[in-house]
């Protein structure tokens, strides 16, 4: 035998013994925990940290049957929703539900994993897929284009279709390439509109509502003039997102607008250094001068004490500009400067609560994605908290029998809940330690971000780890944790709610909004079950119905 052959024959081998040994034959997975000071350790937890009941079958034959009775019993609403509010949760993903609300718990002494955040009690709810056109995983602009305007479209670029590329402004002024907010819809329905944001109002979440560009990062004049990748024209020839909300006909009509990114909207000047426009216009005092009837106030507030004192039964069109960039964490917040998003999410309601139209209100919760990019979990799940709080005020202040309430997420993130912790583990500890170089590790980690070092044993960051800011491991070393590509939670409560059940394109969501409503392409359709407000949602016959059905057909056919 050859050299040549004998060194195929061993290559061939060693191939082959590969296959064997990746295949399922001969591999057995370790299941179970075989160190015994963890197996005490969870016992110890159970006692302390458990309700006895739940050890039980009966706790759980009840917990099912009660779910089951309540399903049973689930009335579908009806009519028209006279009022829509829109509530994102920016980034807010699975493991962001499941995190916050154990942390939501744990906060009240509670061992938080069977908690609910408000929202997750509402009783339907669907999944929604988040790709943009020309990207598997999304930013938050072509994801504001999709919920908000119904068309998706390119990454990095807002309210317009595939048809423009990032930074395209030629493109993107065309408008056939154009996308029409929601928020248009709702006006030209003659419904008062408005729009929170815990973030910078010209950012790329609150942006779908009102503008159209073709780079989201536009956001002044600023902007445009120092991207060194924008062809000059692009300055002139495309407003900033700042001036579209002061100018362009969606923007200007709304009622209500709130949030961070005053320096946007400001010249730079010596009496005002943290203003960023070059054009030396002021946006807010053009917005302060926009003809409106005669009988319309409006109220422009920096914070949170003004915005408390405001009458806000007397005023029309409020602009609310907390910050000179995005607002602070809850956790971190001066409360005396801002108002949480709660407050905010309050006072827009009684603003746009007028009329005999109704109104549709977004609120966005942006700062668990702010959050997530710079690993710091503990800020992320809190923030999700907060909209949590901001939801379940909106549901006290309005009646599921009138009001569509929609939350849900643009995207994901890479945050995950890993290891196999006790019940009542601390959500943002260490408590699992690896089999393999006896480090603790930490129940939640993130594929990526800037926290990424080599393994470390984290009982050094004992100290840290119940500050704010404290970053969670992350495994790929990059600037910015990046966003996740799977699909994202859709909750929904009050008329045609249950439109937001199954899984769908995100494009989908302000269709179904708009049906709901009877505004925009919604009006267009038939309107199904009109003279009911509600209905029950049919099951089917019991058991003992199917059988008695059966034994009295068999009688009958004996008797014949």
């Not at 060194?7 to 013994?17: D, E, G, K, N, Y």
């Not at 609150?206 to 924008?230: F, H, M, S």
């Not at 405001?310 to 069109?317: F, R, V």
């Not at 409503?517 to 079950?529: F, L, T």
């Amino acid at each position: 035998m050859q050299p040549n052959s004998v060194s195929c024959v061993f290559a061939l081998s060693i191939a082959t013994a590969l296959i064997l040994v990746t295949t399922t034959n001969g591999i057995e997975i370790g299941h179970t925990d075989k160190n015994v000071e963890n197996i005490v350790a969870r016992k110890q937890a159970s006692k302390e940290n458990i309700n006895p009941g739940e050890n039980d079958k009966q706790f759980w034959n009840n917990v099912g049957n009660d779910l089951l009775r309540n399903k049973l019993n689930l009335e579908r609403k009806y009519g028209v929703a006279k009022n829509v509010i829109f509530f994102i949760g920016d980034g807010m993903s699975i493991a962001t539900l499941t995190s916050a609300r154990i942390y939501m718990g744990q906060q009240e002494n509670k061992t938080g994993e069977n908690e609910m955040l408000s929202f997750e009690k509402f009783p339907f709810t669907g999944l929604s897929k988040t790709y943009c056109v020309d990207s598997q995983v999304a930013d938050s602009a072509c994801t504001a284009t999709a919920y908000l305007m119904g068309v998706k479209g390119n990454i990095e670029t807002i309210g317009v279709s595939g048809a423009v590329s990032n930074r395209d402004c030629l493109a993107s002024n065309d408008p056939a390439n154009q996308a029409v907010s929601s928020m248009m819809w709702a006006q030209k329905a003659g419904k008062r509109t408005g729009v929170i944001s815990n973030m910078r109002v010209t950012h790329a979440t609150p942006a779908g509502a009102y503008a159209n560009v073709a780079q989201r990062d536009w956001e002044c004049d600023a902007d445009v003039i120092t991207d060194k990748l924008a062809e000059k024209r692009c300055a002139t020839d495309s407003p900033d997102i700042a001036r579209q909300l002061i100018e362009r006909e969606t923007g200007r009509n709304l009622n209500v607008v709130m949030g961070g990114g005053r320096a946007k909207f400001l010249p730079k000047t010596d009496e005002n250094p943290q203003g960023q426009r070059q054009d030396g216009r002021d946006l807010i005092n053009e917005w302060l001068k926009i003809n409106r009837s005669s009988q319309a106030s409006s109220a422009y507030v920096t914070d949170r004490s003004q915005l408390k004192s405001l009458n806000t039964s007397k005023t029309d069109y409020l602009l609310g500009l907390f910050a000179p960039s995005h607002m602070s964490y809850n956790l971190l917040a001066n409360r005396s400067v801002e108002p949480t998003l709660v407050e905010m999410t309050e006072a827009a309601i009684e603003v746009l609560s007028k009329g005999d139209a109704g109104y549709y209100l977004f609120v966005e919760g942006g700062l668990i994605d702010w959050a997530h990019h710079s690993n710091m979990a503990r800020l992320a799940v809190d923030e999700t908290v907060m909209l949590s709080r901001a939801v379940a005020r909106a549901r006290e202040l309005t009646s599921p029998d009138d009001t569509l309430i929609v939350v849900t997420s643009d995207h994901s993130h890479t945050m995950t809940m890993n290891g196999y912790p006790h019940r009542g583990s601390d959500i943002l500890g260490h408590p699992e330690k690896s089999s393999v170089d006896k480090m603790p590790y930490s129940t939640l980690s993130y594929a990526n971000g800037p926290s990424a070092k080599e393994r470390y044993n984290l009982t050094i960051d004992d100290e840290n780890i119940s500050l704010p800011q404290y970053q969670f491991p992350s495994m790929v070393n990059l600037s910015w944790e990046t966003h996740g590509g799977e699909d994202v939670g859709v909750f929904a409560s009050g008329p045609w709610a249950h439109l937001f059940v199954g899984n769908y394109e995100q494009n989908f969501i302000p269709y179904a909004i708009s049906y709901a409503a009877n505004m925009g392409p919604g009006a267009e359709h038939e309107r199904k079950h009109a003279n009911s407000s509600s209905t029950k949602i049919s099951v089917g016959p019991s058991l003992l119905q199917s059988v008695l059905l059966a034994t009295f057909t068999a009688l009958i056919g004996l008797l014949l």
